[in-house]
């Protein structure tokens, strides 16, 4: 229906929105600390992704989680 095409393409936006967010927040990390490489406390949103929880979007419809990290690419 109409309906849910609206509500998954809003979804959509929801996870767009918080994708562009995180990779905004890891460049700002790596233009201060000149790496991407986890280390606690150094950069939080780092050790946010990395961690078993991840990050959940602001509408909780997606959790975001990051592996293999190196000191120069996510």
């Known amino acids: 229906s109409s309906y849910m095409k609206s509500v998954m393409k809003s979804n959509r936006t929801d996870a767009k929105t918080e994708l562009a ?14 790496t991407y490489a986890t280390a606690a406390g150094v950069c939080t949103i780092i050790d946010e992704l990395s961690s078993a929880d991840g990050v959940t979007t602001r509408g909780n419809f997606y959790v975001v989680k990051a592996s293999n990290l190196t000191a120069t690419t996510y």
């Open 21 to 34: 967010d995180l990779a905004q927040r890891m460049q700002r990390c790596y233009t201060g600390n000149g």
